[in-house]
């Protein structure tokens, strides 16, 4: 089993900062890829940014330069960093982790219990 406590939603007004972090825990040999995912009311989910275990990051097109995400590989915890917020990145916002299974050996994927950010305008 994989824990995985997210923190650092709220609100916020636009142009504001917010700091996202997910902390991973339990039966956990490596981590493969750490993630962040949202998803807005009547939308899917879709990915934000994401981080592989070599350092390689991938950000979606709507927050790159404005987003950074960044990990503590010793707290197994993943960092999404959010600058110049903007309305339309309302919404809630699930940390992923794909990790290989300490007790299995097996390549799981977890997801966090979701935070909501809002962004006023």
């Known amino acids: 089993q994989v824990q995985l406590v997210e923190s650092g939603g709220g609100l916020v007004q636009a142009g504001g900062s917010l700091r996202l972090s997910c902390a991973a825990s339990g039966s956990i040999f490596s981590i493969i890829v750490m993630g962040w995912y949202r998803q807005a009311p009547g939308k899917q989910r879709e990915m934000v940014a994401v981080?592989?275990?070599?350092?390689?990051?991938n950000y979606a097109d709507s927050v790159k330069g404005r987003f950074t995400i960044s990990t503590n590989n010793a707290k197994n915890t993943v960092y999404l960093q959010m600058n110049s917020l903007k309305p339309e990145d309302t919404a809630v916002y699930y940390c992923?982790?794909?990790?290989?299974?300490?007790?299995?050996?097996?390549?799981?994927?977890?997801w966090g219990q979701g935070t909501q950010v809002t962004v006023s305008s």
């Open positions: 981080v592989t275990s070599g350092g390689s990051t």
């Open positions: 992923n982790f794909v990790v290989r299974s300490s007790a299995t050996m097996t390549v799981m994927t977890n």
